[in-house]
């Protein structure tokens, strides 16, 4: 069994061990990026970021039988702030029309656009390669954890949810869009870009032209794969789409990566929350596959989770024995549950 649960500070091994091997936007092979991004989820998860609305959420997946993280997940309480805007291209469509040459032309158009009270943002969603594609669905878990978080604390979260996700890259990890834009712009690497804009984003609103950009005088290869959502993405795509998520004309400025949004309230998961007391009965046949929670106001990792089956009634919810053992929880304990469907 897989369980769910915060990051502490002696998972940097683990998650070392794991960004070595994929090296990606959401997990860089920096350890002091790493170091950086677990001392701020220890903090949100302790209570002990002062505005709720700046706690950054990390969960990893570990494999309890070899005591192996395998991937991780996060939450950005509010992606947009008056010292760190959330910024992107509005993406349009000009008409152009010459009576003379009688000749009709629609242009694509980014437009780039700051918001400083943002949306939520769920991200950092990667998977240690042979686990992915198996029967326990570590991805899915990975990603439905953070609705079942946001359920659970839906006071510390924005009334929006965004999800922005990669569009095809290059096979050396390069963007294709920020070749031909950005790194002109700036003079740095997207890998650069990327880890300076998660501490400062200044330069972009310095060094990224104001005026709207005609997609039209980028090679056909671009624009192709602005909005486009990565072969390795399209899962996650179908999932968001599933539970409510829709694309909203908007991208990433450095890889043209689509956004997805979604208002909180109206996220299937969400609306399926539930809390329920657990029984002293252990259960061990087929019945309802849910994702369950438990959390403690105290001590080291405060929240765990496991995908299990389970059977529930209006007040109360019996698991496996090893269900329990893994959540360390007893009988009268209040669980937190979605469906895992």
Not at 231 to 246: D, H
Not at 304 to 330: F, G, Q
Request: aromatic content about 8%; proline content about 6%; glycine content about 6%.
């Amino acid at each position: 069994m897989l369980v769910l649960r915060d990051v502490q500070k002696t998972d940097l091994p683990g998650l070392k061990r794991l960004a070595a091997v994929l090296n990606t936007v959401n997990l860089p092979n920096n350890e002091e990026t790493l170091e950086a991004i677990i001392d701020k989820s220890v903090k949100s998860f302790a209570g002990r970021v002062k505005d709720p609305f700046e706690r950054e959420y990390l969960f990893v997946l570990e494999d309890v039988r070899n005591n192996l993280i395998i991937g991780t997940s996060m939450i950005i309480a509010q992606h947009g702030t008056y010292d760190a805007p959330h910024i992107y291209y509005e993406v349009s469509e000009r008409e152009h029309y010459s009576a003379s040459l009688e000749r009709h032309l629609r242009h694509k158009v980014l437009s780039i656009a700051y918001n400083y009270e943002g949306p939520t943002e769920i991200g950092g969603l990667v998977v240690d390669p042979p686990y992915r594609a198996t029967p326990d669905k570590p991805g899915k878990q990975l990603s439905f954890v953070r609705f079942l978080f946001i359920s659970m604390h839906r006071r510390l979260f924005r009334p929006r949810v965004l999800a922005e996700l990669l569009p095809p890259l290059l096979p050396d990890g390069r963007s294709l869009l920020w070749e031909a834009c950005g790194k002109k712009f700036t003079g740095l690497t997207y890998l650069e870009a990327d880890r300076l804009s998660r501490q400062n984003k200044e330069f972009i609103k310095e060094l990224f032209p104001s005026s709207d950009i005609y997609a039209s005088l980028f090679p056909d290869r671009v624009q192709k794969v602005l909005g486009e959502v990565g072969p390795a993405t399209r899962g996650v795509q179908r999932m968001l789409e599933r539970v409510g998520f829709r694309y909203v004309e908007r991208i990433d400025p450095f890889d043209g990566g689509p956004h997805f949004e979604a208002d909180t309230a109206d996220i299937s998961l969400v609306r399926r929350y539930r809390t329920l007391k657990l029984t002293d009965e252990d259960f061990d046949l087929e019945g309802d596959d849910v994702l369950v929670a438990a959390e403690r106001e105290s001590g080291r990792n405060r929240f765990r989770s496991v995908r299990c089956h389970a059977r529930l009634d209006n007040t109360t919810i019996s698991l496996p024995a090893r269900a329990k053992e893994i959540l360390e929880v007893k009988a009268g304990a209040k669980l937190s549950i979605i469906p895992f469907e």
